[in-house]
């Protein structure tokens, strides 16, 4: 049967995104080919080639099966949490359910630019011949289909007709956007299972950076996961059964009313109500698996039901252990954490960028249980993840997980031919994601009488491991050791996206200071003066209207009694937290150029109301960060910047909004002292307890 192609012209992002707007409005397929008629009809004179144009986009979001229904809705229900530009990645899995055609396109496109900095457009018709066939129309729109991608901003033409670039990697910082992808993906795929870390990397979602990983996957209640095998997990999707809405039944003409002794659905306690399927709500999600990793590093409680991985991660920088003499030639110096805990620098030489490190662990199986699902599964490479971010944390170098080398398990699983008792090697050449920062380039400043060398990147780190050990293993005895997880996370993906995306990283930096802050103040209040103060408006319509100073002053306390003081949490964090050394030390990751004015100890205040109101402006209103927000460190420095500061210089006001450079190293110093005082604060009251005990006895 020949296949037909569909979508055969171009389809501009205004359009789709014009009917995704009207669909959260009305879902009538008459309707939105009414509105979408009359919105086409300028760009679209032509009453035939409008109809096909309105023919095409309905079939992505509205003319769908009833088994993509619910995927739909899910997103449409998205779009108040997701930006503008986020919206491609809606319309990316919607096209690719479909039209065939666009999915299979998309996979060649993306399996070229896996091979080659950019392609042509004669490459990926060839490669198109052998699904659909030499003929006109599959050629045809598979330009159309190209040059849609550049509309929508996914792909980007040269100065060489014809040939055509990936614009950029596009990133999301919402987990449920990207799951939602990776299911209208696999819903598109010919296959009916995928292999994870396959599914993870599929060519055709070649425009997109997911964050997520196996752990997510399995979490997710659209995928059935299963292993197949000693080490592969294959992912497929959750059938979900379409029944018809019941039939509405006739009312009875003198119904009683409730006893009184019955509550309704609103008075029953969260517990005893049931879900949409008819079954208490029974989901047992535990995402700190790192936690548990460290109370039994050696996998102790449950030896039997374990696996062993060894891990490659990559740091930005090199680190080493802080030891007598020359550190680049000891293999002493290689050993950075102490047992139970192994991480050891394999590069060699010893300053290879980037570092390579080998991380071993041994994790317990669990098991997570839904509404309609119990998955058991080894939680590896998330609690890898997890320690890579802590280390990134406690190091202050980029630290991420590179792939898994590989893996042991229990005898319980039967005995492999080769590997029998020894580890199983796994693919690791053509799965690696190699996550760091790019090198800076030596700068050589010229004087009249000297050249001095100058070197922008991080500096050689010494750790102590000792310490290093101490601070991870007793993490889980921290009361709030799940917050500095949380936190450590946000903060390892902003350092990640310091250099691409400095806003992005800005924003990320903050919310990480905002998970841990409202754990740790929890309670927090500000005195009542300063409650009023907040409170003005209510306290001076309170005295206008003729109430008494006591009366009013009560009135504006009790209006903030549903007030989360984030911004206050947040400065308040900080100040307490940070370290005196960022005001008297040298930085040893960012060099910050000099021809910047950055923040005194006397304003530190004032310029974190600065920072968090930036913010709230960037987030809420859409207005960038000022431009001295986006420095980096380095040699150089974005255009628009190097004009702020030349302006700066010759008007003599300074630019005073701190760079993201500086901020980071402020969030690394207060969360990093704060999970030290936590576990000071942890043992102190474990001694108390243990004396209050003696006393009694």
């Not at 501009?12 to 009207?22: G, T």
């Not at 659905?265 to 995402?287: C, I, N, Y």
């Not at 987030?619 to 910047?641: N, Q, R």
Request: neutral net charge; glycine residues 4%; contains cysteine.
């Amino acid at each position: 049967m020949r296949k037909v192609v569909g979508i055969d012209r171009k389809i501009k992002r205004a359009w789709v995104d014009a009917v995704l707007d009207r669909l959260a409005q009305t879902t009538d397929e008459a309707e939105l080919r009414i509105f979408l008629d009359k919105h086409l009809k300028d760009e679209l004179p032509g009453k035939e080639s409008r109809a096909k144009t309105t023919g095409i986009i309905l079939r992505i979001w509205s003319g769908i099966p009833s088994s993509r229904v619910a995927l739909r809705d899910r997103a449409v229900a998205m779009l108040p949490r997701i930006s503008g530009q986020e919206r491609i990645w809606l319309h990316w899995g919607m096209t690719a359910l479909a039209y065939p055609f666009f999915r299979d396109t998309a996979e060649v496109v993306g399996r070229l630019l896996a091979l080659q900095d950019d392609f042509t457009t004669a490459q990926v018709q060839g490669r198109m011949l052998t699904a659909w066939g030499d003929r006109a129309t599959s050629k045809e729109a598979a330009q159309k289909l190209i040059t849609t991608l550049v509309d929508w901003e996914v792909l980007r033409s040269t100065k060489t007709q014809g040939h055509f670039l990936l614009a950029r990697k596009m990133t999301t910082s919402i987990p449920d956007l990207q799951l939602w992808l990776l299911e209208a993906l696999l819903d598109a795929n010919a296959a009916d299972e995928i292999e994870a870390h396959q599914l993870l990397r599929l060519p055709e979602s070649f425009p997109f950076s997911l964050s997520i990983g196996v752990a997510d996957l399995r979490r997710h209640e659209g995928f059935n996961i299963h292993r197949q095998g000693l080490d592969m997990d294959m992912v497929a999707l959750r059938k979900v059964k379409i029944e018809p809405p019941p039939k509405r039944e006739r009312k009875p003409k003198n119904k009683k009313a409730p006893k009184p002794g019955h509550g309704s659905l609103f008075d029953m306690e969260a517990d005893s109500v049931v879900s949409k399927q008819g079954t208490p709500d029974t989901t047992q999600v535990d995402s700190m698996h790192v936690l548990r990793y460290l109370s039994d590093p050696k996998c102790e409680q449950k030896p039997e039901e374990s696996v062993f991985a060894e891990y490659r991660l990559l740091c930005s920088g090199t680190l080493h252990r802080d030891i007598l003499g020359d550190w680049s030639k000891s293999e002493v110096a290689r050993i950075l954490l102490d047992e139970p805990l192994l991480l050891f620098a394999a590069s060699r030489p010893f300053d290879d960028h980037p570092l390579e490190l080998v991380l071993h662990l041994s994790v317990p199986q669990v098991q997570e249980t839904g509404d309609n699902y119990t998955s058991s599964y080894y939680p590896d490479d998330e609690v890898a993840r997890d320690l890579a971010a802590l280390l990134t944390l406690l190091c202050r170098r980029l630290i991420t997980v590179a792939g898994k080398a590989n893996e042991r398990h229990t005898t319980k699983y039967g005995r492999h031919p080769l590997f029998d008792g020894v580890p199983v090697p796994l693919p690791l050449a053509n799965s690696m994601q190699r996550i760091f920062w790019t090198r800076h380039p030596a700068v050589i400043t010229t004087g009249r009488d000297t050249q001095r060398i100058e070197d922008y990147n991080p500096w050689p780190k010494p750790v102590d491991g000792k310490k290093l050990t101490a601070l991870l293993l007793g993490l889980p005895r921290s009361a709030h050791a799940a917050s500095i997880v949380a936190s450590a996370r946000l903060y390892a993906l902003a350092l990640e996206m310091i250099h691409e995306r400095p806003d992005i990283s800005y924003q990320l930096l903050i919310s990480s200071v905002e998970t841990i802050a409202d754990a740790a103040l929890h309670s927090f209040e500000p005195p009542p003066d300063a409650q009023v103060k907040h409170q003005k408006a209510v306290f001076d319509l309170a005295i206008s209207l003729g109430m008494k100073l006591e009366q009013a002053t009560q009135l504006a306390i009790e209006a903030c009694k549903h007030e989360y003081w984030v911004k206050r949490k947040f400065k308040k964090f900080l100040i307490d937290n940070v370290d005196d050394s960022i005001w008297t030390e040298q930085d040893d990751l960012f060099r910050i150029a000099r021809v910047l004015t950055l923040p005194q100890r006397e304003d530190f205040e004032k310029t974190l109301s600065k920072v968090y109101d930036a913010r709230s402006k960037a987030t809420h209103v859409g207005k960038p960060f000022p431009v001295t927000a986006l420095h980096t460190g380095g040699p150089f420095m974005p255009e628009k910047l190097a004009s702020a500061v030349f302006r700066s210089i010759h008007s003599g006001s300074p630019l005073t909004f701190p760079p993201v450079a500086w901020f980071e190293r402020v969030v690394n110093s207060a969360i990093s002292s704060f999970w030290e005082r936590s576990l000071t604060n942890a043992q102190t009251e474990g001694v108390n307890r243990g004396n209050e005990g003696s006393a009694c006895a």
